[in-house]
């Protein structure tokens, strides 16, 4: 599970880090990372598990999933960031260790287009 201050719950926090942030994406997963706002300079994350992805089981087995490969890489990240996951389709099927994978290279390649914090 990841710390409270660590989760994104609002949907217009949501809202924000996707259409504000910097994209990147492969065939299982698109990660935005957007500069975060407000008082707290932490990493803060959230998930966005489609129904195209798969059942109610299966949705959940992903985002879980995700929240584990992401919970062990909070440390690596920037602080004053929000990172929002958008599972795929081809995200049921793959395997964690490919999934990690994927979610290294979306991450590296999001942060690297990250946009400059503005004031």
Do not use: K, W, Y
């Amino acid at each position: 599970m990841l710390p409270a201050a660590a989760r994104i719950r609002r949907p217009a926090e949501f809202a924000t880090t996707v259409r504000q942030g910097a994209r990147a994406g492969s065939r299982a997963l698109t990660v935005h990372v957007a500069p975060a706002r407000g008082p707290q300079a932490g990493v803060r994350v959230g998930f966005v598990v489609a129904g195209s992805v798969g059942s109610a089981v299966v949705r959940n087995t992903v985002r879980r999933r995700l929240r584990h490969l992401l919970r062990a890489r909070l440390t690596g990240l920037t602080g004053g960031v929000d990172v929002v996951v958008r599972a795929h389709p081809a995200s049921a099927r793959m395997s964690s260790a490919d999934l990690g994978a994927e979610l290294d290279r979306a991450l590296r390649r999001a942060l690297a287009n990250e946009p400059v914090a503005r004031p």
